[in-house]
T-cell receptor, first 115, second 114 residues
Framework: AQSVAQPEDQVNVAEGNPLTVKCTYS??????LFWYVQYPNRGLQFLLK??????LVKGSYGFEAEFNKSQTSFHLKKPSALVSDSALYFC?????????????FGQGTTLQVKP | NAGVTQTPKFQVLKTGQSMTLQCAQD?????MSWYRQDPGMGLRLIHY???????DQGEVPNGYNVSRSTTEDFPLRLLSAAPSQTSVYFC?????????????FGQGTRLTVV
């Protein structure tokens, strides 16, 4: 079965410091991985995706993610955090076990960036 | 570019009432879906559609109906609301439902059933 896991419920960083939000995956075949962000009382916004090619994927709002096949990880990163980055972050993969197109989400990681 | 638009944003229903959550997208996407988001359970797929006239069940379809008469619209109907349907509902669309395509989400409908 396909799955993604986010081992940290919450990540706290100071503004200006680098941030990392962790994600590990278990999929059959080639992994196609996504990161989404959810601001309070808002929908999920697509940040970036890994399909193939370069292991470092750049996305919206200065975020990037590093794909590591040997460690089955897809960690979200940003060199310098902003207070406005505080939100709930989800890693996701499309379910390949059926034909529903369902997105399988991790449990989410709350990022708190303090001034 | 409006993207995915959901209405209403908030709704309170009494047990047994019915209602329709509206969803429209202007990106000409073939694939549309409905999720519910509950604390500790993440997002779960309710129903999905791979194109106009085609719908199918997701993992938690009971108590909900959908239809897809046009590419743009994918309404979700609650037939007889129950407190267990208190949740935040998200509509999403994507070019297709294949593995490498990202989904675009609406802003959600927060539904409370009393």
């Amino acid at each position: 079965a396909q799955s993604v896991a986010q081992p940290e419920d919450q990540v706290n960083v100071a503004e200006g410091n680098p941030l990392t939000v962790k994600c590990t995956y278990s999929v059959s075949g080639n992994p196609y991985l996504f990161w989404y962000v959810q601001y309070p009382n808002r929908g999920l916004q697509f940040l970036l995706k890994y399909i193939t090619g370069d292991n470092l994927v750049k996305g919206s709002y200065g975020f990037e993610a590093e794909f590591n096949k040997s460690q089955t990880s897809f960690h979200l990163k940003k060199p310098s955090a902003l207070v406005s980055d505080s939100a709930l972050y989800f890693c996701a993969v499309r379910d390949r076990s059926g034909n529903t197109g369902k997105l399988i989400f991790g449990q989410g990681t709350t990022l708190q960036v303090k001034p | 570019n409006a993207g995915v638009t959901q209405t209403p944003k908030f709704q309170v229903l009494k047990t047994g009432q019915s209602m329709t959550l509206q969803c429209a997208q202007d990106m000409n996407h073939e694939y549309m879906s409905w999720y519910r988001q509950d604390p500790g359970m993440g997002l779960r797929l309710i129903h999905y559609s791979v194109g106009a006239g085609i719908t199918d069940q997701g993992e938690v379809p009971n108590g909900y109906n959908v239809s897809r008469s046009t590419t743009e619209d994918f309404p979700l109907r609650l037939l007889s609301a129950a407190p267990s349907q208190t949740s935040v509902y998200f509509c999403a669309s994507s070019y297709d439902g294949r593995w490498n395509t990202e989904a675009f989400f609406g802003q959600g409908t927060r539904l409370t059933v009393v």
